[in-house]
């Protein structure tokens, strides 16, 4: 089997497919996985044990034997605790080779090999009969097939087949119940990452007002969903309008549907606002009872000292299709509809005198097809994009930077991915803007930006460049000279902060375009680098050893092998504001790289050593890239206020940061003479990625 990988190319700002051959071992995969944070979830396990054990005596007390079907084994652990808890045997199904294999180990090691059979299939290919994986029909069935929108990661088809071909009727599940909880808020924040405000610039000539298009104010969005670590969202970023409410439940031990359906719930607003958003997250019961439940509800739902940490399950963000004005106490209907993968929510106002007719009318409204974006912008920006492009206060740099440099008579040229800069350029008195958008193949932005200079009458004055930056010809320009380059720099393919520096290469491609007094904007970026210790991302890459009593070293060793796989320890993205974490060190800028100057054919080196002030666990560091726009006007991509005496830090909530985890923690106490870090950073300008070294 062929295994194609995909990774950006920064050097050329497009995605480029890797073969990989048969032994492709799924490093990349298995050292991103999200095992070690399910495997350091405490109270997810102590409560499937809890409710494994419920399961098997019932069974047992019914003078059965215990046969456990336990679906998405992974490292085993759940078939493991069934057959400690006296299971008679157990089926474990696992889909994804290596953890079969490792689950094999892991089975092996602890002394179940005779309890235990791996089996390394999908579910719904698992025979049962004589000659069958399985003997006979299990009537205990486990699994943990569930993501943050509980039924995004193929639970529901999983259940359905298994009710139907591999379990008996009436088997004990466990869990035995998910329900789905919801509640409606206002929030300009949230709101922010759906729907493109109006962008106020001062011009020379008055108050100009970028609109998004009406096609993209009436746009349902993507169905991908928006999952986030709500309990990092303060109170004051949004109002709630109802009540905590359940929307649905699913009974895992009778047999499952997963047709697309919808559900409804009457609520009546307990506060009079703008409905744009619903939250949710679920709970699961582990036994019928409901005594041993595991929730992911919020900090203000749930008292703050019982939450557990875990970035495996999460909370959603779901975005109306449209904002609606409610009044408190008013009868409205929430719907959620729901195919196999996914959910999305509708909000009806009750007519007065509710009666059948209006149910009739409410069921023809429910729109059964998932939400698809029509106006492409979704499909151009993703939400933190939208956030990011909605923010005025970075908005106000950019056209302060931009004032400073364009003159009347301005060439201007836009490198960069759905940007509004071309707009503001324009507004500010460019004579001429052109714009590359590196993306014009894929989504089609070529219509959104007619729809989008249609609303904002800006037919001809922007000229779209359809042509990679490498191929622009003179004719493109009209045979002028660029006086001046903007980026921001954003593209849509970058994963990692410095990706972004693609804005340098097509810089260094357009050279022959540039006059010879060209401005550069952002003139420079330079890369910067931060020693922390977090609250709780380190769970998500540190060895677990131990886990309920169970050995799963195995699964820590794969781990790191996986790391060190083609030396590719690598920093990895994540939005930290998500993350809390307090620096140890002061954040220091290691690299600069300056634009007004051609990409060098030299790597670019340094090394150094950072001091540990604060006392702490250094899990690892954090890098982000700041852009300097002009004299004294700077965008930071990573960390937005220095931190206090503790070390809190702020971080841009639209950009996500590169963590690189050290191999080892170091515990610093606050010495007379501070411990220091040495780093060794290389920027390869053939590749465009970035190598570090740490060493504690
Ligand atoms: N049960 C383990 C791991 C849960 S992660 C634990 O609780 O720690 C879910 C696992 O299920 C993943 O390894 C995934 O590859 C596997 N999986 C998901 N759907 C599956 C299916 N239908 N058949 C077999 N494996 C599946």
Redesign the pocket.
């Known amino acids: 089997m062929k295994t194609f990988c995909g990774r950006a190319n920064p050097t050329t700002g497009s995605m480029e497919w890797l073969e990989e051959g048969e032994d492709y071992d799924y490093h990349q995969e298995i050292a991103r996985?999200?095992?070690a944070d399910?495997?350091h979830d405490k109270d997810?396990?102590v409560k499937?044990y809890q409710g494994i054990r419920a399961a098997v005596s019932r069974v047992k007390e019914r003078g059965e034997k215990a046969i456990v079907l336990?679906?998405?084994?992974?490292?085993?652990?759940?078939?493991m605790m069934a057959a400690s808890a006296g299971a008679d045997f157990c089926y474990a199904?696992?889909?994804?080779k290596p953890?079969a294999n490792a689950a094999v180990k892991i089975v092996e090691k602890n002394g179940f090999s005779d309890k235990i059979k791996v089996i390394n299939?999908?579910?719904?290919?698992?025979t049962v009969g004589p000659d069958g994986d399985m003997q006979c029909r299990a009537n205990i069935l486990?699994?943990?097939?569930f993501d943050t929108e509980l039924i995004g990661?193929?639970?529901l088809?999983?259940y359905e087949?298994?009710h139907k071909y591999l379990v008996q009727e009436g088997c004990e599940a466990v869990p035995h119940r998910a329900t789905v909880y919801v509640q409606l808020v206002e929030s300009k924040r949230m709101w922010s990452w759906k729907k493109l405000f109006p962008v106020h610039v001062e011009a020379e000539d008055g108050e100009k007002i970028l609109v998004p298009p009406s096609e993209m104010e009436n746009c349902p969005g993507v169905p991908s969903v928006c999952d986030i670590q709500l309990n990092q969202m303060p109170s004051s970023d949004f109002t709630t309008l109802s009540d905590v409410m359940t929307m649905f439940s699913v009974d895992f031990s009778k047999p499952v549907q997963s047709a697309p359906t919808y559900y409804r719930v009457r609520l009546e607003p307990v506060k009079s606002g703008k409905a744009q958003i619903v939250l949710s997250w679920w709970d699961i019961d582990m036994d019928p009872s409901g005594m041993i439940n595991c929730t992911m509800a919020p900090y203000w739902v749930k008292p703050t000292s019982a939450l557990q940490w875990r970035d495996?399950w999460m909370q959603c963000v779901y975005f109306l299709p449209n904002e609606e004005p409610v009044l408190q106490g008013e009868k409205l209907y929430l719907t959620a509809c729901r195919d196999e993968y996914s959910v999305w929510y509708n909000l009806q106002k009750a007519r007065e005198g509710e009666n059948k007719a209006d149910e009739e009318e409410l069921k023809a409204d429910v729109r059964v097809e998932s939400p698809v974006c029509r106006c492409r912008a979704h499909l151009l920006w993703n939400r933190p994009r939208i956030g990011e492009l909605n923010d005025q206060k970075r908005t106000c740099q950019y056209i302060e930077s931009l004032r400073k440099v364009l003159k009347i008579d301005s060439v201007c040229l836009c490198i960069s991915d759905g940007s509004l800069l071309p707009v503001l350029a324009h507004y500010l008195g460019a004579k001429q803007v052109q714009y590359f958008p590196s993306r014009i193949d894929l989504y089609h932005p070529h219509e959104l930006w007619q729809a989008f200079f249609k609303a904002n009458h800006l037919e001809d004055k922007i000229k779209i460049i359809e042509a990679r930056p490498e191929l622009l010809k003179p004719s493109h320009l009209e045979d002028k000279k660029i006086s001046v380059l903007v980026g921001e720099p954003f593209f849509t393919t970058s994963l990692l902060p410095w990706h972004n520096l693609y804005f340098w290469y097509a810089r260094t491609a357009v050279s022959t375009h540039l006059a010879s007094n060209v401005t550069v904007l952002p003139q420079s970026a330079s890369l910067h680098m931060m020693i922390v210790e977090f609250q709780d991302l380190w769970r998500i890459r540190s060895p677990c050893g131990i886990?309920e009593g169970f050995d799963v070293q195995t699964m820590d060793d794969m781990i790191k092998d996986s790391l060190n796989f083609r030396e590719s320890k690598e920093a990895e993205p994540h939005p930290l504001w998500e993350y809390p974490c307090k620096s140890l060190s002061d954040p220091q800028e290691v690299l600069t790289f300056d634009f007004t100057k051609t990409v060098p054919q030299h790597c670019l080196s340094t090394e150094g050593s950072v001091k540990l002030l604060r006392k702490g666990r250094s899990h690892g560091a954090v890098l982000w890239m700041e852009y300097h726009l002009a004299a004294d006007i700077s965008v930071s991509t990573g960390l937005t206020k220095m931190s206090n005496e503790k070390g809190n830090c702020e971080w841009n909530p639209h950009c996500k940061q590169a963590v690189y985890f050290f191999s080892s923690v170091i515990e610093s106490e606050i010495l007379s003479d501070p411990t220091a870090v040495t780093y060794a950073i290389n920027f390869d300008t053939k590749t465009g990625e970035i190598a570090m070294d740490f060493k504690l």
């Open positions: 996985s999200r095992y399910m495997l997810r396990n499937y336990d679906i998405g084994t992974g490292t085993g652990l759940l078939s199904i696992e889909v994804f953890m299939k999908h579910s719904t290919e698992v486990v699994t943990e097939l990661e193929g639970a088809p999983t087949h298994a495996h886990c």
